[in-house]
C-alpha cells in the first residue's frame, strides 16, 4: 500500500453553517477507508438525525448531553428525537461526559482545575469540535458501543451543529492516551474557542 494522502477541509467560521459540508466530508471519508462506525455529538439530536439518515447501515452512535447539562433534571435530547433516531437505526448513548465529571465539580466547588479539563483546552487548541469529536468517540468506546481497535469517525461541533470530523482509533477513558487520530476529514480554522467549562 502506498502512501494515503488526504486533504483536511478547512472551515472560514465554526458551528452550524457547516452541517452538510461535515457531513458530506464525513460520509465520503467513511466510504473511503472502509470505516463502519460513527460516532456523533448530539445537543437536540437535529444535525444527529441527519448524520443517522447520512450513515444508515453503519454503526451510528449520537452521544447526547448528559441529564442537567443546562438545567437540572432536564435532557435536551427529547424523546421524540430519540425515536427519530433510533427509527433510521442511530443508538443513542446518554452518560458522563468523559471531560466533564467528577472533575468539574472539584472546579467548581474549590475553583481549581482539574486533568480532566486541562486535556480537554488542549484539545481546544484545534477547535472546539475536534475536542468533542475525542470525546464522545471516548464515551462510545466506554459504553461499548464502538471497537477501540478499530477506526471510526468521529463528529463534534461547535455551540450547536457539526463542523469537525476526525477519523480515530478510540480507546476507553482510562487508556486515553492509546487514542489516535490519524486523520482530520475537516474543522474550522478557528483554533480555539472562546475559554468556556470543558
Known amino acids: 500500500m502506498g502512501d494515503l494522502i488526504s486533504k483536511t477541509i478547512h472551515f472560514e467560521k465554526a458551528g452550524r453553517s457547516n452541517i452538510a459540508k461535515t457531513l458530506e466530508a464525513a460520509r465520503k471519508t467513511a466510504a ?23 450513515f ?36 443513542v448513548l446518554t452518560m458522563t461526559h468523559a471531560f466533564g465529571g467528577a ?3 472539584v472546579r467548581r466547588e474549590f475553583e481549581t482545575a482539574q486533568a480532566d479539563e ?6 481546544r487548541l484545534f477547535g472546539e469540535g475536534v475536542k468533542v469529536a475525542v470525546e464522545v468517540a471516548l464515551m462510545a468506546a466506554d459504553a461499548g458501543l464502538i471497537r477501540v481497535e478499530e477506526e471510526v469517525m468521529a463528529i463534534g461541533g461547535t455551540g450547536g451543529g457539526c463542523d469537525s470530523a476526525l477519523v480515530l482509533t478510540p480507546a476507553n477513558v482510562y487508556n486515553l492516551f492509546d487514542l489516535r487520530a490519524p486523520e482530520i476529514v475537516c474543522k474550522p480554522r478557528l483554533s480555539r474557542s472562546p475559554r468556556r467549562n470543558a
Open 32 to 54: 473511503e477507508l472502509g470505516v463502519t462506525s460513527v460516532v456523533v455529538a448530539s445537543t437536540t439530536g437535529e444535525t444527529c438525525l441527519k448524520a443517522a439518515k447520512a
Open 56 to 91: 444508515k447501515g453503519l454503526n451510528v452512535v449520537v452521544v447526547s448531553h448528559v441529564t442537567g447539562f443546562a438545567e437540572a433534571n432536564v435532557q435536551q435530547l427529547t424523546e421524540e428525537r430519540r425515536a427519530q433516531i433510533a427509527a433510521e437505526g442511530g443508538k
Open 103 to 105: 472533575g468539574r465539580a
Open 118 to 123: 486541562l486535556i480537554a483546552n488542549v484539545l
